[in-house]
């Protein structure tokens, strides 16, 4: 079956320090891969999504690779804001039939220190 | 005005009661989901909704019930409550036009005493 596995923090950081959040992922087929964040007290939201190999994702600053040969969808981000500390998932998108379900992974708690 | 409502935010309940989640939406999307989310554990799938007529069991579906009552319209109830379904429970809304974004309401806090 598909799963997400997902750095495991917390994982805090001074501003403008440089972000790595590493994905990796268990599918069969072609599935799509997204980054979603949460920041505190809301709902998710899409950050980034990539749907087939070597395509980039990016927003706000952040980019994600989707890497076929190693099943990874690391999600980057080159200096850090405040305004990033929030809960980051990965998740992947997989078609069988007529279903698409997404599969999250466990979620990184990220906090940026002044 | 919120694409993706939910009613109540934040409730308190007591165990063997029931309660029911409402979850509405105007993104005019066919397919809802509804997840909880624990502390270090994710998001994980209760059910989901294709169209009005199709409900689907999802990973830890034991213990909830639910009801689409109209395309924008999808309900999550649980008929005896129990102190392990305390969490946060999200809804989200997709659609084939979107290719599969879900889009999430802002989530509803159950706590079961």
């Known amino acids: 079956g598909n799963s997400v596995t997902q750095m495991e923090g917390p994982v805090t950081l001074s501003e403008e320090a440089f972000l790595t959040i590493n994905c990796t992922y268990t599918?069969?087929?072609?599935?799509?891969l997204f980054w979603y964040v949460q920041y505190p007290g809301e709902g998710l939201q899409l950050l980034l999504k990539a749907t087939k190999a070597d395509d980039k994702g990016s927003n706000k600053g952040f980019e994600a690779t989707y890497r076929k040969e190693t099943t990874s969808f690391h999600l980057e981000k080159g200096s850090v804001q405040v305004s990033d500390s929030a809960v980051y998932f990965c998740a992947l998108g997989n078609s069988g039939g007529s279903n698409y379900k997404l599969t999250f992974g466990k979620g990184t708690l990220l906090t940026v220190n002044p | 005005d919120a694409d993706v409502t939910q009613t109540p935010r934040n409730r308190i309940t007591k165990t063997g009661k029931r309660i029911m989640l409402e979850c509405s939406q105007t993104k005019g999307h066919d397919r809802m989901y509804w997840y909880r989310q624990d502390p270090g554990l994710g998001l994980q799938l209760i059910y989901y909704?294709?169209?009005?007529?199709?409900?689907n069991k999802g990973e830890i579906s034991d213990g909830y019930s639910v009801s689409r009552q109209a395309q924008a319209k999808f309900s999550l109830s649980l008929e005896s409550a129990i102190p392990n379904q305390t969490a946060l429970y999200f809804c989200?809304?997709?659609?084939?036009?979107?290719?599969?974004?879900?889009?999430f309401g802002p989530g509803t806090r159950l706590t079961v005493l």
């Open positions: 909704s294709f169209d009005v007529k199709d409900i």
């Open positions: 599918a069969t087929g072609y599935p799509s």
């Open positions: 989200a809304t997709s659609d084939f036009a979107s290719n599969n974004e879900q889009f």
